[in-house]
Each structure stands twice: as structure tokens, then as C-alpha cells.
């Protein structure tokens, strides 16, 4: 059976999506370092799954997005931070 080939839409006719660079809150504020208890800065990050936010979604740089995982783990071993959400 063979696919159905005559819904191509080409590249030129496609609708382009402007989007607005996302910038980074910490290189904003000009943050040095990330730490682990400071729990308002890092419960925004967190969804309500109690998942790390990706940074194409936070819009974090590589840098920042690193060492703010390394902080929620910190807190989340030391009980700042729930693992998961609470039921």
C-alpha cells in the first residue's frame, strides 16, 4: 500500500513563525553562582511533575542550565526539594 504523497505542502508555502529569543534569567541578573537553598529561585524551574524545565523552554544558557540541575539535585538530596510532586 502505498502512502499518501499528494498532501506535500512545499518549504516556500509554509507559514514562517517568528519567535522571540529567550534570554537567559541568570546571565540578566548576573548571578555568579547558583546555591542549592535558595528555593525561590529554583521552584519556578521545577514542573508540576517536579521535573527539571528544559532550557528551550526556560531559556537558560548551557552554562546556567547545568549548574542550576546540579543545585535542584543538591537540594532535592538534602529534602529542600520533593523528588516528585505530593499527593
Do not use: W
Amino acid at each position: 500500500m502505498a502512502r499518501g504523497t499528494g498532501n506535500k505542502i512545499s518549504k516556500s508555502t509554509r507559514k514562517k513563525t517568528a519567535f522571540t529569543q529567550k534570554i537567559c534569567r541568570f546571565c540578566a541578573d548576573k548571578v555568579s553562582s547558583i546555591v542549592f537553598y535558595d528555593i525561590k529561585s529554583l521552584k519556578p524551574l521545577i514542573s508540576e511533575r517536579g521535573k527539571i524545565v528544559p532550557s528551550r523552554i526556560s531559556g537558560n544558557c548551557a552554562k546556567h542550565q547545568r549548574e542550576l540541575t546540579t543545585a535542584i539535585k543538591r537540594a532535592r538530596n538534602i529534602a529542600l526539594l520533593s523528588f516528585s510532586e505530593a499527593n
